[in-house]
């Protein structure tokens, strides 16, 4: 079964404070593309940067990094700088590869960030 | 490029009452997603179209639901005899085709309370 896990309900930290937000993963397939999403308070979701699992290369996009651990089956987000208008719920999503030519996305629960002055 | 549209914002229906939501694509985008978000289930996947074919359905419910898409320009998503479990946000998101396109980008959804 295709499975993405946030452990984290919310996280809360002071600005300009680094975060890391975890998340896991489960699948069979050995080739697999995970996400970061971004849904503000407005409810809008914004996509935020991607892992292809045959990159060993952590990915980066500005102040956001993943962390990315294969064996652990685990793609952590990692936030530096950290700004107010980070406040938002991030969501970990995964697409493998072979779901019969679906292309759908599995999310994970969603954590809470808030960033304070 | 003025991202993933639906319409309306918000609907009220009452029980029993049809819902019908509306989808429009980012120009050039292929595949399209449905989606629902509740606070108890979170983000879960409804159904999924490309090229205007349904693909993937796997996630509506059996009864009430349909989708459609008759034109590359737009997609609706319907609901029948409309119930209060049915309220949540639903979303619909594009994307390009192919394995390193599969970036999603949402539009800002539709909330329907159902009464």
């Known amino acids: 079964a295709q499975k993405v896990t946030q452990t984290q309900t919310s996280i809360s930290v002071m600005e300009k404070t680094t975060v890391t937000m975890d998340c896991v993963y489960e699948t069979q397939d050995s080739s697999y593309f995970l996400f970061w999403y971004k849904q503000t308070a407005s409810g809008e979701i914004v996509f935020l940067i991607r892992?292809?699992?045959?990159?060993?290369e952590n990915a980066t996009v500005g102040h956001y990094s993943l962390n990315f651990q294969k064996p652990k089956s685990s793609i952590g987000l990692i936030i530096t700088a950290t700004q107010i208008e980070d406040s938002a719920v991030y969501f970990c999503a995964m697409r493998p590869p072979n779901q019969g030519g679906s292309a759908k996305l599995i999310f994970g629960e969603g954590t809470k960030l808030t960033v304070s002055s | 490029n003025a991202g993933v549209i639906q319409t309306p914002r918000h609907k009220v229906t009452g029980k029993g009452q049809e819902a019908t939501l509306w989808c429009e694509p980012i120009?050039?985008?292929?595949?399209v997603f449905w989606y629902r978000q509740t606070i108890v289930q979170g983000l879960e996947f409804l159904t999924y179209?490309?090229?205007?074919?349904?693909?993937?359905d796997s996630g509506m419910p059996k009864e009430r639901f349909s989708a459609q898409m008759p034109n590359q320009s737009h997609s609706t998503l319907k609901i029948q005899s409309t119930q209060p479990q049915d309220s949540a946000v639903y979303l619909c998101a594009s994307s390009l085709l192919g394995v390193s396109q599969n970036t999603l980008y949402f539009g800002a959804g539709t909330r329907l309370s159902v009464l």
């Open positions: 892992q292809d699992s045959y990159k060993k």
């Open positions: 120009s050039g985008h292929s595949a």
């Open positions: 179209f490309r090229n205007q074919a349904p693909i993937d």
